[in-house]
């Protein structure tokens, strides 16, 4: 090798150790301060496409049926009426009824728990007309006629009894409808059940236009007006006076629920409560009751009171 050979040789290796310390050591990462761990570094892995979601199909849940609310019956209007044959009578009987008061009256004192566990609440307050002469015939008090009232309406065939048995009827408007009762002594009544002398039963009847002839009972608004005639007598077929009072008050208070008048459903059957038995049976069996013993509504073909 020449001299300018080696010279060139020697150049090129100072040149390539310049560079080198120029560039200085590989640089290593820095430890972490005392106490705190540094990151972990993850080997790289070849992604991977994600298994689908495995689904599992549950059956549509069927909605639960929807029972209608129960219809609020109070809420009707109810028409003033008294049921009572297409002939008056001649003559108003000699029966020793007290013919006329004086034409006020008494509200029967206290009130009572609610009787029934029926949706709609009925309270009803008791009066009986002032200023009756009895004479020979029983003499009533305000709070007596409660009694027999609160115990008509109370009894396990009465209307309670609709509670577990709701009365529902497209023709009455009426869906799943059941009630309950109280008495009660002051303003707050849903309606009032009025025992009264035949004049003045007649006066008041007469103002909402109904005719009751010295004879009969009626209803008008929120008014249920009982003839003491009735009351202390009977009618003909009705001599037993608790049947007949029952029946006459369970009636009534049915009209005042909203039920018009139902027929005989036929011969030999039980005569519903609603059919207007004083007038005619028409082959039923008479009955004092909006229910049977069993539970069962009793009914007939509906009739337009």
């Given at each position: 090798m020449?001299?300018?050979?080696?010279?060139?040789?020697?150049?090129?290796?100072?040149?390539?150790?310049?560079?080198?310390?120029?560039?200085g050591p590989t640089p290593r990462a820095a430890a972490p301060p005392a106490g705190i761990e540094g990151p972990t570094v993850a080997p790289t892995v070849a992604p991977t496409t994600p298994a689908a979601p495995t689904t599992s199909r549950r059956p549509t849940p069927k909605?639960?049926?929807?029972?209608?609310?129960?219809?609020?019956?109070?809420?009707?209007?109810?028409?003033?009426?008294?049921?009572?044959?297409?002939?008056?009578p001649s003559t108003s009987p000699s029966d020793g009824t007290p013919t006329k008061g004086g034409g006020t009256f008494t509200v029967?004192?206290?009130?009572?728990?609610?009787?029934?566990?029926?949706?709609?609440?009925?309270?009803?307050?008791?009066?009986?007309?002032?200023?009756?002469?009895?004479g020979s015939v029983p003499k009533w008090t305000p709070e007596g006629f409660a009694d027999v009232v609160n115990g008509v309406l109370a009894d396990p065939r009465g209307w309670t009894m609709s509670a577990a048995h709701p009365v529902t009827n497209e023709a009455e408007d009426m869906t799943d409808a059941s009630w309950r009762f109280q008495q009660v002594d002051d303003s707050s009544y849903s309606v009032r059940i009025r025992l009264a002398t035949p004049n003045t039963v007649d006066k008041l009847c007469g103002s909402a236009g109904v005719d009751t002839a010295?004879?009969?009972?009626?209803?008008?608004?929120?008014?249920?007006?009982?003839?003491?005639?009735?009351?202390?007598?009977?009618?003909t077929g009705f001599t037993n006076l608790p049947f007949y009072r029952a029946m006459v008050i369970n009636h009534e208070v049915g009209h005042f629920?909203?039920?018009?008048?139902?027929?005989?459903?036929?011969?030999?059957?039980?005569?519903?409560?609603?059919?207007t038995q004083t007038i005619a049976l028409n082959g039923c069996?008479?009955?004092?009751?909006?229910?049977?013993?069993?539970?069962?509504f009793v009914v007939g073909p509906w009739l337009s009171s």
């Open positions: 020449g001299v300018r050979s080696r010279a060139l040789a020697l150049a090129c290796s100072l040149l390539l150790g310049a560079v080198t310390a120029c560039a909605p639960s049926p929807t029972r209608p609310k129960p219809s609020p019956t109070l809420k009707k209007t109810v028409t003033a009426g008294a049921d009572k044959p297409t002939t008056k029967a004192e206290g009130s009572t728990d609610v009787v029934g566990e029926g949706t709609t609440l009925v309270k009803y307050r008791v009066e009986l007309e002032d200023g009756i002469s009895w010295g004879v009969y009972s009626c209803r008008y608004g929120k008014t249920i007006m009982i003839n003491l005639r009735r009351w202390l007598h009977g009618t629920l909203g039920f018009n008048h139902m027929k005989c459903p036929g011969s030999g059957r039980t005569a519903p409560v609603m059919q069996t008479p009955n004092q009751y909006p229910f049977s013993s069993a539970g069962t």
